[in-house]
């Protein structure tokens, strides 16, 4: 146990964390040239094209130091966007250590601060590394004062690297085995082991992630989850090497998987303790603190017939991704579906891309909203994280909507944009400080669904890339709320309704009936589409009537290729929503969001 | 014995392609490779192919009342070497002595000369793709003539004697005004041709022109703007005399593409030549583009074929609806009844009440077609019946 090292790399988004696991992974001699590539860890489709990490992935390499000594080390890539913070929470729950990464040319960032305060708070001992260290823009000496200064740790301890040429690389691997812990753990204990993810195979069942705090596990062992009491047989354990490598057992401090035919998906939750049947420990190891969604949207098949098959990939996918939550809902527009939550934006796109991918499904997700507190005349109070579901107007009192506080951190020539950003969306209470000339720390507090669609991306775009982003959910604080309902052809579709504030709603009305008219294809006669707040239309807009549509020529040649064509026209059919006897494609329901300023 | 049985089961068409032009234009996804002179060695192929199919009992069944020596350019070879080929068609193929014998022809390969030729040589329909009038549009879109050569062109057909010809016209150009395309249009009724086939450009993705559209370096006319082209023909050539019998056709009454009207009506055919098309005893088969490919399995014996489509009943059925509704007349339902035992009524249900609540499509004891409107937007009812 001596020799086992148990670390997460940690950054903002973009430092360097997958590069760097690369380069660990190489000088590890753990996988052969032939089947490297650049950020292995980021298995998933959706991470390769979008080139950021979604989920943590665990990777056991042997390490030979410079002492002599044989060293496992347990690494685990992080996903550096807010969104996911969640993940870094988890995969630092199983780690001694962290590798705090910051770019050598941009500096301590949101992130970098919001996951050294979760590794502070795990107890974690922190390395910081400086690294890019190869680009030109690179300022170590100004990052590492920064480092010193700002986030309070050891100068001597900060280590430069570059992950993309290698230099420095090996230093940090000694620097590892030198600086951070062994875990602690008895392996005479009865077994205690944290499962920390988990995913579903059709052949061998739930794969469970876990480290073993205590005791050890062993194929044929009754292993028993704390919560539940259900109990199975283990099949197989071993390790994360490149592929699952089986090993005869999982003892204290180590990190692995089990396979134990566990077939019902409910049984094994991630954050729950496994434990042995016959030899069980005294009290579970404690869990995490579950995550908390802040933005909600339904999710529906495109095709009604698909709602059991989105329930069993709602069950499989939450398996995979613990920050998911869900919920049965029914809209009169869409029919049964799953009113979910998500951490953030970004998380609804992966979520809904890895339900299409991953279980070939075709979905609407409706208009997100956040969760508003209804005090209603009778005082009580009713959560409502859905439009559809919002009281009589009648009958409310007052409506409170969550606040945060936003941390923004630009180069100080953007500071402007980024206030008008900030005041255009309702924000107040602002602040900003100099942790270094030239750069500002900027922080405001904002209506959480003023934030949920886009901010992130206007952020990035207002200030080329250079401005990072956190936040904290502050408290919640009244608001002058109204229903907007949007009609197409005097067809309320209640998926599109939205909570927006009474001064904007003009505004906002008049830009959700613009998209819709952008995505709404023309029909043979005219749509009109309307905003409305309780009886009042605020805005609207018309898609005027298809006039042409017509296959210019057809002769013996292409009769085939014609008659293809008209097939893929009636199967894109399929993927529109009916509503009334308009055709709304799937896009259309997060489209009217979406803000249009440049 | 069967080498005896005459041309009994019905009419059928005879297409050949020649896939070579003088160069490319920007918007083509036709079968065609540009080059100065067209291989030698081609009209040969075309033979062995024809000798091939004629060899098929089926051939010898059918009696052939129309042949297209379409392209491509087939004007690029030489008025002999298309009339030879004729001669030959004739030679192995029951040819009706009325048929329709059409070529197609672009002017920039044209001369007075190769015209009389090939009217002596038996052609007795030409179809020229002049596309528009106005050589800033005829520019744009990579045509190799002007609208002074395309006159010529059909100056010489009727010297030549062709008393059945048509001009393609193509609007939806880059930049076109209403302006442009009524001028067009007056130029085409002016040269009198017997029969129109006027299009709209589609942007094909795989065209130069199709690229540009997609990369919003190009911008073509919107659908209000087309569908205002397309009246405007409709009006003229409506005024002119001439009959609107296909979604993308007019002719001068009785003059109606026999040829084509066999494609409509979901007829049979043989196809000769690279990436052409035949369609007989229910089964289609697609020759190989490559005209070098073509030539070498003729030349090694083999058949030509790329692939082979055998729809069931009730795909031919539905396939045959789609083409049939093309036409204005549309179908005639005993004869659909006939062909295939299923009645649109039956096989569709409620989406042909739909469709003529809609207004798009009529039907009456006798008929199915499209209505005008549905004309237009024949691809929304279309869609329905695939
Ligand atoms: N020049 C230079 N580029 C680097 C270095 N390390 C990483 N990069 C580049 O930075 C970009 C982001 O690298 P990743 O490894 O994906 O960053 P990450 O921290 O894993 O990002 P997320 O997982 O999305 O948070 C890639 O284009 C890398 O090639 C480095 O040391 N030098
Ligand atoms: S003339 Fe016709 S076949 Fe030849 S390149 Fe132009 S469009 Fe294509
Ligand atoms: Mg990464």
């Known amino acids: 146990m001596k020799n086992i090292r148990n670390f997460s790399i940690i950054a903002h988004i973009d430092h360097g964390k997958s590069t760097l696991a690369d380069r660990f992974i190489q000088l590890c001699g753990s996988v052969s040239d032939r089947e490297f590539k650049d950020q292995l860890l980021d298995n998933m489709d959706i991470e390769r094209e979008r080139g950021i990490t979604i989920k943590s992935q665990t990777i056991c390499l042997p390490y030979q130091a410079a002492d002599g000594r044989e060293y496992v080390l347990n690494l685990v890539d992080t996903p550096g966007h807010v969104d996911f913070s969640y993940e870094v929470s988890r995969a630092l729950a199983a780690c001694e250590g962290a590798l705090l990464l910051v770019d050598a040319a941009q500096g301590i960032e949101a992130q970098t601060l919001a996951n050294l305060y979760l590794a502070m708070e795990n107890d974690l001992e922190v390395i910081p590394v400086i690294n890019k260290i190869d680009l030109p823009a690179a300022e170590p000496e100004k990052v590492a004062l920064e480092i010193e200064e700002d986030l309070g740790l050891e100068a001597e301890r900060i280590q430069l690297c570059s992950a993309k040429t290698g230099k420095g690389v090996p230093e940090l691997l000694e620097a590892i085995v030198k600086f951070l812990p062994p875990p602690e753990g008895d392996p005479d204990q009865p077994l205690q082991a944290m499962i920390f993810d988990a995913q579903y195979d059709s052949f061998r069942g739930t794969i469970i992630s876990c480290k073993v705090a205590n005791g050890q596990v062993k194929a044929g062992d009754q292993i028993t989850f704390y919560s539940n009491g259900i109990s199975h047989k283990v099949e197989e354990v071993g390790h994360f090497r490149f592929k699952k490598e089986p090993a005869k057992a999982l003892a204290a401090g180590e990190v692995g998987y089990i396979i134990a035919g566990i077939k019902n998906i409910a049984d094994a939750q991630v954050g729950d303790t496994i434990t042995l049947k016959d030899n069980p420990c005294a009290k579970p190891l404690p869990g995490y603190q579950p995550a908390k969604q802040v933005v909600f949207s339904s999710i529906y098949p495109v095709s009604t017939e698909d709602y059991e098959d989105l329930a069993r990939a709602m069950e499989k996918l939450t398996l995979n991704d613990a920050s998911l939550t869900f919920q049965k809902d029914s809209s009169s527009a869409l029919g049964f579906g799953f009113r979910c939550g998500f951490l953030g934006l970004l998380h609804l796109e992966v979520v809904q891309e890895r339900l299409e991918r991953e279980f070939g499904l075709s979905l609407i997700l409706t208009v997100p909203s956040v969760n508003y507190h209804v005090y209603l005349n009778d005082s009580t109070m009713v959560e409502v994280d859905n439009p559809a579901y919002y009281p009589d107007p009648g009958s409310i009192q007052r409506v409170e909507e969550p606040y945060i506080k936003a941390t923004i951190m630009i180069p100080e020539r953007y500071m402007g944009a980024v206030m008008n950003l900030c005041m255009e969306r309702r924000g107040v209470n602002s602040n900003h400080h100099y942790p270094m000339p030239g750069r500002i720390e900027y922080t405001c507090e904002l209506p959480l669904s003023e934030v949920i669609y886009d901010f992130y991306d206007r952020l990035k775009s207002l200030t080329q890339g250079y401005g990072s982003f956190d936040y904290e959910i502050l408290d919640y604080r009244a608001g002058d709320l109204v229903k907007m309902d949007l009609l197409v052809n005097g067809e309320r579709v209640d998926a599109l309704s939205q909570l927006v504030h009474r001064d904007n709603a003009r505004a906002r009305g008049l830009s959700a009936c613009e998209k819709l008219k952008d995505e709404i294809p023309r029909h043979m006669f005219k749509i009109a589409i309307q905003a409305g707040i309780g009886g009042n239309i605020v805005a609207r807009t018309t898609v005027s009537a298809m006039r042409k549509d017509v296959l210019a020529k057809c002769y013996g040649g292409d009769i085939t290729r014609k008659r293809k064509l008209l097939e893929k026209q009636k199967a894109g059919k399929k993927k529109m929503k009916t509503v009334g006897n308009v055709e709304i494609p799937q896009s259309a329901f997060l489209a009217v969001l979406k803000s249009d300023e440049k | ?386």
């Open chain 2, 1 to 386: 014995m069967e080498q005896n049985i005459g041309p009994v089961a019905g009419p059928a068409g005879l297409y050949v392609h020649i896939p070579f032009c003088l160069g490319k234009c920007s918007y083509c996804a036709f079968v065609s490779w540009p080059c100065r002179r067209p291989p030698a060695g081609y009209p040969a192929a075309l033979l062995s192919q024809a000798r091939q199919l004629a060899a098929l009992p089926w051939s010898r069944q059918r009696c052939f009342t129309t042949i297209f020596i379409g392209g491509g350019t087939p004007t690029m070879y030489p008025a002999a070497v298309l009339n030879e080929l004729l001669a030959e068609l004739r030679q192995l193929f029951a040819i009706s002595p009325a048929a329709e014998i059409s070529l197609e022809a672009n002017p920039d390969t044209l001369r007075p000369e190769l015209l009389a030729e090939l009217r002596r040589g038996g052609f007795n329909r030409i179809s020229l793709g002049v596309q528009s009038f106005t050589d800033e549009l005829l520019q744009k879109i990579g045509r190799r003539h002007d609208a002074v050569g395309a006159r010529q062109a059909v100056a010489w057909a009727r010297q030549a004697g062709f008393a059945n010809l048509n001009l393609d016209l193509i609007y939806g150009l880059p930049g076109q005004s209403r302006r442009q395309w009524a001028a067009d249009l007056a130029v085409a009724l002016e040269l009198a041709p017997e029969h129109l086939a006027i299009y709209q450009l589609t942007p094909e993705e795989e065209t130069p022109l199709g690229r540009a559209v997609a990369a919003g370096e190009l911008v073509l006319p919107d659908q209000d703007l087309c569908a205002e082209f397309e009246q405007d023909a409709r009006r003229s050539l409506l005024t002119a005399g001439y009959e609107h019998y296909e979604v993308a056709n007019y002719c001068r009454p009785g003059y109606a593409c026999r040829h084509n009207l066999n494609y409509w009506h979901n007829g049979s055919y043989l196809g000769l030549g690279a990436a052409a098309v035949s369609c007989l005893a229910g089964l289609r088969l697609m020759n190989v583009a490559s005209p070098g490919r073509y030539r070498r399995l003729l030349a090694a014996g083999r058949a030509p074929y790329a692939e082979a489509e055998a729809l069931g009943l009730a795909a031919s059925f539905r396939e045959t609806v789609i083409m049939g509704l093309r036409l204005r007349r549309g179908l005639r339902l005993a004869e659909l009844e006939q062909r295939f035992a299923l009645t649109p009524r039956h096989y569709y249900g409620t989406i042909l009440d739909e469709l003529i609540a809609q207004g798009l499509l009529v039907m009456d004891h006798e008929r199915i077609a499209l209505s005008e409107r549905g004309f237009a937007l024949a691809n929304q009812v279309l869609h329905r019946l695939v």
